[in-house]
C-alpha cells in the first residue's frame, strides 16, 4: 500500500513537471513565431508595468506614513510654539492693561512711586507677597502697594536690594488707618481677617454709614498717603453693649489677579 502511494506521488510530479517543461517550451515555440512573439512582448511589458507599478505604490505608501510622522511632529513642535507665543502675548497685553492703570492713577494723583512685578505669592495667598523692586529702586518699608487706578494692595513690610515683602491688606496682621466717605467723614481702623472681606472697627455710634459707601487710607498714621481706595461698606454690625460699630470692607478688585503693582512713596 505504501509503495503504490509513493509510485502515485512520484508519478504525479513527474507529470506535473512534464506539463511545465511542456508549457515552457510551447511559450517559447510561440515566442519564435514574429506576430505571436509580438503579441507575447505586450503581454511582459504590461506585466512589468504593473510590477513597477504596485511596487512604486507600496513604496510610496510607505514613505508617505513617514512623511505623514514627520508631519505630524513638526505640526505639534510649530502648535507647542504658538501656544506659548500667544501665552506671552496675552501675558503682555495683561501687563500693559495694569501698568495704563497706575500710569493714569499717577498722571491724576499727586502721589509719586515706582512700578514693580509679582514674583511670589505666600500660601495662603492672602497673607503676603514678593515684589521685584527693593531699595535700589527706592522702595521702603511702610510704602503702600496699590494695584489699579489706586487701590491698596497692602504695606511693604520688609525691604532687600532688588525685593521687597508685601503684606496684604486681607492678613490677620495688617492694621490700616482709614476713612468713610461720607458727611461725616468717618475715621476708623481696618483690620484683614484672612478673607476676602475686612472689617473697619472704631467707628462712633452715630455715625452715619451706609451699604455702598467708599472706605479710603485717611492718613493719618504711619507712611500711607491719604485717599487711597480700599473698598466699599457691605454691611454695617452693631451690638448693644459695643461702645463702637463695625463695618464690612469688600474690596474692588481680586488681587490674586494682578502681576504688576504701584509702590507708593511714603509721606514721611
Known amino acids: 500500500m505504501l509503495r503504490q502511494s509513493r509510485i502515485t506521488k512520484t508519478g504525479y510530479g513527474l507529470r506535473t513537471a512534464g506539463i511545465f517543461v511542456a508549457i515552457v517550451l510551447s511559450y517559447l515555440v510561440l515566442r519564435a513565431i514574429p506576430p505571436v512573439g509580438r503579441v507575447l512582448a505586450r503581454v511582459e511589458h504590461g506585466f512589468v508595468v504593473i510590477g513597477t507599478s504596485v511596487g512604486g505604490l507600496i513604496s510610496r505608501i ?10 505630524l511632529n513638526v505640526c505639534t513642535t510649530q ?3 504658538t501656544t506659548k507665543q500667544v501665552a506671552d502675548l496675552s501675558d503682555q497685553a495683561k501687563s500693559i492693561t495694569e501698568l495704563e492703570a497706575m500710569v493714569g492713577y499717577l498722571n491724576e494723583s499727586h502721589v509719586t512711586g515706582v512700578a514693580a512685578r509679582i514674583v511670589t505669592r505666600s500660601l495662603p495667598e492672602t497673607s503676603e507677597l514678593t515684589i521685584d523692586k527693593g531699595s535700589s529702586d527706592g522702595v521702603v518699608s511702610g510704602s503702600a502697594v496699590t494695584i489699579a487706578d489706586g487701590h491698596l494692595l497692602g504695606v511693604v513690610t520688609e525691604v532687600a536690594s532688588g525685593s521687597a515683602q508685601v503684606r496684604l491688606v486681607h492678613s490677620q496682621a495688617s492694621s490700616i488707618p482709614a476713612m468713610i466717605v461720607n458727611s461725616d467723614r468717618t475715621i476708623g481702623l481696618v483690620e484683614g481677617q484672612d478673607g476676602t472681606i475686612l472689617r473697619m472697627q472704631y467707628i462712633p455710634l452715630d455715625a452715619n454709614v451706609h451699604e455702598g459707601d467708599v472706605v479710603v487710607t485717611s492718613g493719618l498714621a504711619g507712611g500711607l498717603p491719604a485717599n487711597i481706595v480700599i473698598g466699599l461698606v457691605t454691611s454695617v454690625i452693631s451690638e448693644e453693649t459695643a461702645p463702637f460699630l463695625q463695618a464690612l470692607i469688600e474690596p474692588l478688585y481680586d488681587d490674586r489677579i494682578w502681576t504688576n503693582v504701584l509702590v507708593l512713596s511714603p509721606t514721611f
Do not use: H, Y
Open 79 to 81: 502648535l507647542a510654539s
Open 62 to 71: 510607505t514613505s508617505s506614513e513617514v512623511s505623514a510622522n514627520s508631519k
